[in-house]
């Protein structure tokens, strides 16, 4: 995407379904720096394809690339990124057509709208939310998704990193190998809205590094892998009010463990249903505030379990965390709360 601009479908008729993988091997070693890459086996790219490289020792977070290919000549692929790292080709330098389906980097007003993306997990090498995802933006600002389904993406569903501005209203999350909602690396006020996350292999939503001032309200989380919500390194100042966190794998909520300096403090549940979190080899809580996570509101919540999942109790508070206050939740069917 470009700034300014808008791609806008009709709904469930329009759905952008991601072609088959392929990936192969380098037979020169990709340096830092480089635009081209020597491989294997050129046969399953195409010139306008979205990639990613990467080795066994450069495989996940920022430091594997991404790039679009410009170019193929013979068995040398040319594209538009310089590469971020030394990808050593005996180091099972890999080259595949992982990619987001719909991207924006360094873009500024840009609506994305009414519209599925079918990713074909299945046949797809797996990119991880720091690099991709089935909607993406980098460095992006004052942005807007809405209307947008995402099945069966290879990685997280919605992923948004180093932005401002962000909202990602009335989408859904479904089925997917990562995360559902992924706001991250320096994310500020972001606004997730009457969003739905479920099914997918890790948690619904998940606020990453420095996500702050964001607003999340009017969610359903239920059916993920690990967490219904995720909170943890800087993750502060947000309002999370009137979602629905229900039949998660581990907790409803979960603070991660962190420092002092970098817990999610002055984070705000109101209104929230939470129920029935846990599995049959996962003893969960409703809301669990690990680290040294301090200042904590939880007020007007309905934090139960009716006999389904394993929801021991409705809050823990984790042994250095403090500060937590809880005002008018209504608990029933388990513990109201735990102190470790």
Known sequence: ?????????????????????FRTNFIIDADYGMLKATVKDPSGFKVGMGIQLFDDAHKGGWNVTTAKITAIDGQVL???????????????G??????????????????IAGLVVEGNKNTNDYINGCRG??????????????????????????S???????????????YGDGLGFHPGTGSDRSIVENCISHHN?????????RVQNGIFRNNVSYANGRFGISIGHQDTDNLFINNHIYENERHGINFRRETDQNSGHRNTFR??????????????YGIYIGGRTQDIIIENNIIR????????????????????????????????????
Request: aromatic share 8%; with cysteine; charged share 20%.
């Open 1 to 21: 995407m470009y700034s300014h601009t808008a791609l806008v479908g009709s709904g469930e008729n329009t759905v952008l379904h991601k072609c088959d993988g």
């Open 78 to 92: 040319y594209f538009d990124n310089n590469t971020v790292n030394d990808y050593i080709a005996s180091k099972n």
């Open 94 to 111: 890999t080259i595949s057509n992982a990619c987001s389906i719909v991207e924006g980097v360094g873009v500024e007003n840009v609506r």
């Open 133 to 158: 995802g089935g909607i993406y933006f980098h460095k992006s600002r004052n942005c807007l998704v809405e209307g947008v389904k995402v099945n069966e993406f290879n990685g997280d569903s919605f």
């Open 160 to 174: 948004w990193q180093i932005t401002e501005n962000i909202t990602v209203k009335n989408c859904i999350a479904t």
């Open 201 to 209: 292999k890790q948690d619904g939503i998940f606020l990453c590094w």
């Open 271 to 284: 209104n929230n249903i939470i129920e029935n979190n846990g599995s049959p080899s996962f003893k969960a």
């Open 305 to 340: 379990s009716t006999g389904k999942g394993n929801q021991i109790a409705a809050v823990c508070i984790g042994k250095y965390s403090s500060r937590v206050v809880m005002k008018d939740n209504k608990i029933s069917g388990c513990e109201k709360l735990i102190n470790e």
